[in-house]
């Protein structure tokens, strides 16, 4: 089920910072790490959030539901074969990806992608390198089933857990009252519980976001000018986790297997071969690189940006294309880099801190808003402007493409589908609103866009 909001308002100001201040980072190559203005303004685009984004309603966080959901984790008899885990694929001392180029399944064959990272996905508005999965909770079923994958029917697999005193005990602390608590939503849930706690280590780079400016070296704090500057990537790793959590074709070369990403699953070719962008944190545990695991190296990812990227129309206006960054400014930006991820050495918790709030917050009550007959809405700098809208039954909303780069609008909701298509810069979409409720409007391709839309009955 659809969550009616989205409201991480953190990152929501970390993004409106990031794209805000790209034009005032000083060249990378000046020996000045930068102005006390400057740094100021990069720390509160990237400073973590006070806590834990929302969770869902269904699954309220404890954790004994999590020390099970780890448990699960780690557990090879989730498998057909009874020899893979889900840590098979998500080691936690490799970023919780496995090393290899493309995952192999229960059987040992190479699936198509490559492992994705677990960290930070509790702020994740849809799950895998395609987006097909709103929610922990849906991606944590959808692997253990998969034929390809872990091969196991969730309803086998639950009977014979009910069978066994151990994992009845085991769900029975997890789900006190419940006479049978043995069940696949609660052991789905305890997995997604789990993994809400994998929030990645503090490293050097978060020191200095907090005030300690010897924590980066000058080569560091200039590899992050490059990073905000010539690079371009935070136009899409922004925020504290280094991600717009946004879907992008980068013009990968194709394989052999054509895969088309983003696009079979929105149903739209303009988004074919868009993947989702990963998180840069602890990315240096995870080589190789890419959805398809074709890049080995960091080196690589900037060689291919600077002269790999394969020209398609799809390409979008964030996309950094031929790069020509010199070699003093490419050995600062590895450098800055490497402060995203935790030292070698660095022991992982065995289980990671459980998010602050164990109960689920009631979202503040939003003032009235009048319904007007025509609303109108912009995109800029994808966000909606105003994020509420009340519309007449019956009424009109407008929403404008105000923005440099194509959107695909849409209301994914049990009482109300609509899908804009690809609207592209300069374009409006307009939808006569029929029906009254409560809607969430979000774009398919950068999804963290929210549009909150009430459509109010005639009195």
């Not at 030292?343 to 003032?367: F, G």
Request: with cysteine.
């Amino acid at each position: 089920m659809r969550r009616a909001a989205d409201s991480l308002l953190a990152g929501t100001l970390a993004l409106l910072l990031a794209l805000s201040i790209g034009a005032a980072v000083r060249p990378a190559g000046s020996a000045d790490p930068g102005s006390a203005a400057e740094d100021a303004a990069l720390r509160a685009a990237y400073r973590r959030p006070a806590g834990p984004p929302p969770i869902p309603a269904e699954n309220p966080f404890t954790a004994e539901k999590a020390q099970l959901g780890r448990r699960l984790f780690f557990d090879p008899s989730l498998s057909a074969s009874g020899t893979m885990s889900c840590a098979t694929c998500h080691e936690p001392a490799r970023g919780f990806t496995d090393g290899r180029s493309l995952a192999r399944g229960n059987d040992g064959r190479e699936l198509r992608r490559k492992s994705p990272t677990l960290w930070n996905l509790a702020w994740a508005p849809f799950l895998f390198w395609d987006g097909r999965a709103e929610g922990l909770e849906a991606q944590a079923e959808a692997p253990i089933e998969a034929h390809e994958e872990m091969g196991q029917p969730l309803d086998a697999l639950v009977a014979r857990m009910a069978a066994d005193a151990g994992w009845r005990a085991a769900f029975a602390t997890a789900y006190p009252g419940q006479p049978q608590p043995v069940t696949r939503e609660n052991l789905v849930r305890a997995i997604a519980s789990w993994e809400r706690t994998l929030i990645s280590p503090r490293t050097r780079f978060d020191a200095w976001v907090e005030g300690e400016d010897a924590a980066l070296t000058p080569q560091e704090r200039r590899g992050l000018s490059v990073f905000h500057g010539p690079a371009g990537c935070a136009n899409c790793h922004e925020g504290w986790a280094f991600t717009d959590h946004a879907f992008y074709d980068i013009g990968l070369p194709e394989g052999r297997a054509p895969d088309l990403g983003r696009g079979p699953v929105l149903g739209l070719e303009r988004a074919d071969r868009a993947f989702k962008t990963p998180t840069l944190r602890e990315a240096m545990r995870r080589a190789p690189y890419m959805h398809d695991g074709s890049l080995p190296t960091i080196e690589a990812v900037l060689d291919h940006y600077q002269g790999g990227v394969v020209d398609r129309p799809g390409l979008p206006p964030e996309l950094p294309r031929r790069l020509s960054l010199s070699a003093p400014q490419r050995a600062d930006l590895v450098a800055f880099l490497t402060t995203l991820t935790s030292p070698p050495d660095a022991p992982l918790p065995v289980m990671a801190t459980p998010p602050a709030a164990t109960q689920v917050a009631a979202p503040a009550p939003n003032p009235a808003m009048t319904p007007v007959a025509r609303a109108r809405v912009s995109q800029r700098g994808r966000q909606f402007a105003p994020g509420r809208t009340a519309v007449a039954m019956g009424g009109v909303l407008e929403i404008a493409n105000d923005d440099n780069t194509a959107h695909n609008i849409r209301i994914d909701s049990p009482e109300l589908t609509l899908n804009s298509g690809i609207q592209d810069p300069g374009q409006t979409v307009t939808w006569r609103m029929t029906k009254p409720g409560r809607y969430v409007a979000f774009c398919g391709i950068h999804p963290r866009m929210r549009l909150e839309i009430e459509v109010a009955a005639p009195r």
